[in-house]
């Protein structure tokens, strides 16, 4: 029972904290071995091996896995498939590109997602934002999922697994990179965070949104956006948490001027504390919330700032 | 050029969902069912290429029960030329799983010769966020997903992507596939008169068969169930109560 794990290349850098919560889970099906493909990645796959439950590390350097565009690494997943009963990667912007086309390759469908695994063929996942959780058996020979990280928690550091070279599968040449525009921060990643404060339509504006942040930083605290918030720009769009955003699952939540729509609520309901500040009593994100506020924010902010500075 | 956009007809984003009691999945009957909001946005992206004079002709395809129909009719309201719908269910419960959507869909490519496709990124019902990828990898095509700028250069299109950390911007051969997130366009409303005008535009009705692809689900679904309620909480009558419920209640501060 071999299972495939595809390390989370953001921008080229190797992301331990998504990539060892997905471990986390793919230890559970059975032997891991850990895909790590771009264009160097002989240190990333030096990290990968450090990872505890690792057995393999397979490290493919290609200029065309470069910027982790579909086709080239679809084509490299689907090539090595042969030998994996299981394909396994976090729910990343990266692997939701990649993993369905490596499914339809293999003709199997893709388990998007997953919550939680029951055995080797049946999963959990969300589905309506996370208004239900389904529970589905696969009958496909291999089974090609996406893990939702704030599930897992991240496998410990302690292995020293082993460093195998692979080859890139032919480039079809269909795509090419231009550009990417990264907002570079000194903040924690919004979806490892111990603590995140988000912002909503209530914040006003792009400026205003200022207050959020400096509240984040005195926190230590990654800053999320609702997608009123970043709809009207006063949040870039990697903010987002929410159904089609980021799921983020961290200590505290601190939600500010959200009126929580379902589809903001399926993205932080399993936070372990949620606060709720909003000067709408009756708004919806006061029903989930463990302590609640109802105060105007431009008031409230600040002093919960001085207070926790 | 022609463009094709896939449709979906799904609960409509604004009504509650309940699970059935007996664990069987989501109650849809007597439900508001409305287009895939993000299939609207792929509809809307067409129109506008249509607008600039990039695309001729904008042929939605919709698969799944019969009522399907109403969604094709809409996106025909919004300005779409011509419909197919496959019938590929007769129970409003039965999902047509992407790989099989994206099946037949290859299909109706292969027919129609579309030189894009756009699709919403995502249905909110089974929230896989698949069927673009999947037609994608079915046609050996480029695939350009979550797309927040489209613009056609050519035989290219360039398309700025929603990711983890910002934004990406790539060029993709066509014929392609650009899946659309939310901040591609702003839908239009279908007017009156368009809405009687896209009653006599022509809608094909096909079935899975016609098309020589097999439906049946690879997963079969065991149980849907609700998802753990939170408790309810408290709410606090200032910053300094909350400071000291978080540090001393919670311990998280």
Known sequence: MAVLLLAEMTGGEFQQDATAKALTAAKQLGDVTVLVAGDDVAAAAGEAAKLDGVSKVLAVSDASLANYLAEPVAALVAGLAGDYEHIVAPSTANAKNVLPRVAALLDVMVLSDVTGIVDGDTFERPIYAGNAIQTVKSSDAKKVLTVRTANFDAAAEGGSASVEDGAAAADPGLSSWVEDKVEESDRPDLTSAKIVVSGGRGVGSEENFAIIEKLADVMGAAVGASRAAVDSGYAPNDWQVGQTGKVVAPDLYVAVGISGAIQHLAGMKDSKVIVAINKDEEAPIFQVADYGLVADLFDAVPELEKAVG | ?253
């Open chain 2, 1 to 253: 050029m022609k463009v094709l956009v896939p449709v979906k007809r799904v609960i409509d984003y604004n009504v509650k969902v309940r699970v059935k009691a007996d664990g069987s999945g989501v109650d849809l009957a007597n439900v508001k069912m409305s287009m895939n909001p993000f299939d609207e946005i792929a509809v809307e992206e067409a129109i506008r290429l249509k607008e600039k004079g990039t695309v001729e002709e904008i042929v939605v395809v919709s698969i799944g029960v019969k009522q399907s129909q109403e969604t094709l009719r809409t996106a025909l309201a919004m300005g779409a030329d011509r419909a197919i719908l496959v019938n590929a269910a007769d129970d409003v419960h039965t999902d047509i799983e992407p790989l099989a959507v994206a099946k037949l869909l290859a299909k109706v490519v292969e027919e129609e010769q579309p030189g894009l496709v756009i699709a919403g990124k995502q249905a909110i019902d089974n929230d896989m966020n698949a069927t673009g990828q999947m037609l994608s990898a079915l046609l050996g095509w480029s695939q350009a997903t979550f797309a927040s700028e489209v613009a056609i250069e050519g035989d290219d299109a360039v398309v700025t992507r929603e990711v983890d950390g910002g934004l990406q911007t790539i060029k993709v051969k066509m014929p392609a596939i650009v899946t659309v997130d939310l901040r591609l366009n702003e839908p239009r409303y279908a007017s009156l008169p368009n809405i009687m005008k896209a009653k006599k535009k022509p809608l094909e009705e096909k079935t899975p068969a016609d098309y020589g692809v097999d439906v049946s689900p690879r997963l079969e679904v065991v149980k849907t169930s609700e998802p753990a309620e939170r408790a309810a909480g408290v709410m606090v009558g200032s910053v300094e109560e909350l400071v000291s419920k978080l540090k001393n209640e919670a311990g998280v501060i």
